[in-house]
């Protein structure tokens, strides 16, 4: 992926939760103190979108995304507000069970950090001008402590920038969550993260999401135009990596990880009303993984599975 300008992908996905601030079928899905902190780094990798905002009134400016979603993916803003609400509440069962460590992997600017229940702490690891355009945010919003690790994990060793960083406790029970990032990375890369993540001196869990290959084996979210295909590649941030449920859990497993469900919006999206609800698969799930030592205590954690169970590729 390019730097050093900020992740455009990032940014893009951030926006789509503005536009749910009061929307009535997938506005509960959304964390709404975040809203104003999204909204801050949004306009700053995306100037265009803050421009919009200040001059185009706001019924107009949803109706006019929303129609731009329709035509280049479908569904595209219920599937991130899905996921991220799937990945929100299992990050609390961890914490809940015990994990005061949450490190945020690629953590681009939807401020997960602030849903993060107070008494954990978190590290952002992330590319050095994606976090400065977040920590400057969070900076402005005083809002969370977030510690800040620059690191290019296509290159660095998670495990040695976790070392350097004042504060990260190697002992300490820790949740690592990688929203939307695996996809961007080569399998080397994503087998010397998945290597470094279990440790024997506490519990890990992982939370992570992955794309899966469509009917034609290409590596992208099954309902996206090629236009988007065509942006990506332009903007130099093209999914590079996927696999089917199955090749994941494998994947995991080699590396001590031993999957705890595997998770599709395409069932939790069943409780959505209206014409909100996306209507086929994205082709993204979500892994919830434990190392051996973490699993001790999972039967007191609270279900992760409001996304329901999926052991079948999308
Ligand atoms: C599509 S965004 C996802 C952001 C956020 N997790 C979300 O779901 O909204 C991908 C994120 O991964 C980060 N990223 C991509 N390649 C990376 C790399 N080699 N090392 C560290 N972070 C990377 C980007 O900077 C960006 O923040």
């Known amino acids: 992926m390019s730097e050093p300008r900020p992740n455009v992908t990032a940014a893009v996905v951030a926006s789509t939760l503005l536009l749910l601030r009061d929307d009535a079928a997938l506005g509960h899905l959304v ?5 104003p902190v999204v909204e801050l780094a949004v306009r700053q990798v995306l100037p265009s979108a803050g421009w919009m905002l200040d001059h185009v009134p706001w019924p107009v400016l949803r109706r006019l995304a929303f ?14 507000a899905l996921r991220k609400a799937a990945i929100r509440e299992a990050m609390r069962a961890a914490v809940a069970d015990g994990h005061r460590q949450v490190v945020l992997l690629g953590a681009g600017f939807d401020m997960m950090s602030m849903s993060v ?22 900076r402005e919003a005083r809002v969370r402590d977030v510690t800040f690790v620059p690191a290019d ?6 495990r ?9 406790d190697a002992a300490a029970d820790t949740l690592f969550v990688a929203e939307g990032l695996l996809m961007y990375l080569d399998v080397a890369a994503i087998d010397r993260i998945l290597a470094d993540l279990p440790c024997e001196r506490r519990r890990t869990r992982v939370i992570a999401s992955f794309v899966t290959p469509d009917a034609r084996g290409r590596v992208r979210m099954h309902s996206q135009r090629r236009v988007v295909d065509l942006c990506m590649t332009l903007l130099g941030e093209e999914f590079v990596w996927g696999a089917d449920a199955a090749g994941l859990r494998e994947r995991l497993e080699r590396h ?56 079948s590729s999308a």
């Open 153 to 158: 994990l296509s290159r660095a060793r998670l």
């Open 117 to 138: 229940p107070d008494g954990a702490r978190v590290f952002e690891v992330d590319l050095p001008a994606t976090q400065e355009i977040k920590r400057h945010a969070l």
């Open 67 to 80: 129609a731009a979603e329709k035509l280049v993916s479908p569904s595209f803003v219920a599937h991130y």
């Open 160 to 168: 040695d920038v976790l070392r350097a960083t004042p504060g990260f």
């Open 256 to 311: 001590g990880l031993r999957v705890d469900a595997m998770l599709a919006n395409a069932d939790y999206a069943g409780s959505l009303a209206g014409r909100r609800k996306p209507t086929r698969s994205s082709g993204e799930l979500i892994a919830v993984a434990s190392s051996a030592s973490g699993r001790a205590r999972r039967d007191d954690a609270p279900s992760t599975t409001s996304w329901r169970e999926n052991t």
């Open 31 to 35: 964390d709404r103190r975040s809203l």
